[in-house]
Nanobody, 128 residues
Framework: VQLQASGGGLVQPGGSLRLSCAASGFSLDGYPVGWFRQAPGKGREAVGCISTSPSDGSPYYADAVRGRFTVSRDNSRNTVYLQMNSLKPEDTAVYYC????????????????????WGRGTQVTVSS
């Protein structure tokens, strides 16, 4: 069972990147997936979360990224994406994806959406 974020890199301010969260050993379509980031010297920050169905109002976004970032899922590829547009230097961080193996829904009452299984991160650097 493995979860891996990829697609990071160096991008100029105002640019775009698309991160992928791929699962192996299990199917993501039965679980929610959250995206998080951690900048140097700072704590982990929730970015967004997508449940198994939009019936709960997901995807959800942190205020800092709402309107610029989009979370989507492609169950045929067993992958969840984080499309990041209008990137800013303050978006620089290691980005992680995670899932919640005991529920189909993002938990809005915790600071990590209730996620309990974490993948390896990918570095995103926004700089000119």
């Amino acid at each position: 069972v493995q979860l891996q974020a990829s697609g990071g890199g160096l991008v100029q301010p105002g640019g775009s990147l698309r991160l992928s969260c791929a699962a192996s050993g299990f199917s993501l379509d039965g679980y929610p997936v959250g995206w998080f980031r951690q900048a140097p010297g700072k704590g982990r920050e929730a970015v967004g979360c997508i449940s198994t169905s939009p019936s709960d109002g997901s995807p959800y976004y942190a205020d800092a990224v709402r309107g610029r970032f989009t979370v989507s899922r492609d169950n045929s590829r067993n992958t969840v994406y984080l499309q990041m547009n209008s990137l800013k230097p303050e978006d620089t961080a290691v980005y992680y994806c995670a899932t919640r193996l005991k529920s189909a829904w993002c938990d809005l009452y915790t600071d990590n959406y209730g996620m309990d299984y974490w993948g390896r991160g990918t570095q995103v650097t926004v700089s000119s």
